[in-house]
């Protein structure tokens, strides 16, 4: 797995931000909240799912589409295909946020 440090904003919750991609797991995804419980039951402040398709990063639960800087940076930074899906852990330091992101992705990885 290759992890990613990066300030995501008001993308997610914590002050520390550690994206991860997880191949052809998207139609694992419900609306993430399986994931975020994953990652705050490994000590994380939480965790953002989000689904690539159609050239775009999307929150699976609404629908809504990523824009601006961070959508970009993820997609520049971590080449999602279509169907992938790209978890970011958040928390109070990198430590805590890459647990968070790890633990998720695996929850995916088992799903398969």
């Not at 699976?60 to 824009?67: A, I, Y």
Request: hydrophobic share 40%.
């Amino acid at each position: 797995m290759k992890f990613v440090k990066l300030d995501c904003g008001e993308l997610t919750v914590g002050e520390v931000d550690v994206a991860v991609l997880v191949k052809d797991a998207a139609e694992k995804v419900r609306g993430g909240i399986e994931e975020r419980d994953e990652a705050i039951k490994m000590g994380a402040q939480g965790a953002t799912v989000l689904v690539f398709k159609e050239g775009g990063l999307y929150f699976p639960d609404s629908g809504k589409r990523v824009e601006g800087r961070i959508g970009k940076e993820l997609v520049e930074n971590l080449k999602p295909r279509e169907g992938d899906v790209i978890i970011i852990g958040t928390g109070k330091n990198e430590v805590e946020a890459e647990m968070g992101a790890r633990a998720a992705a695996m929850r995916l990885e088992r799903k398969r």
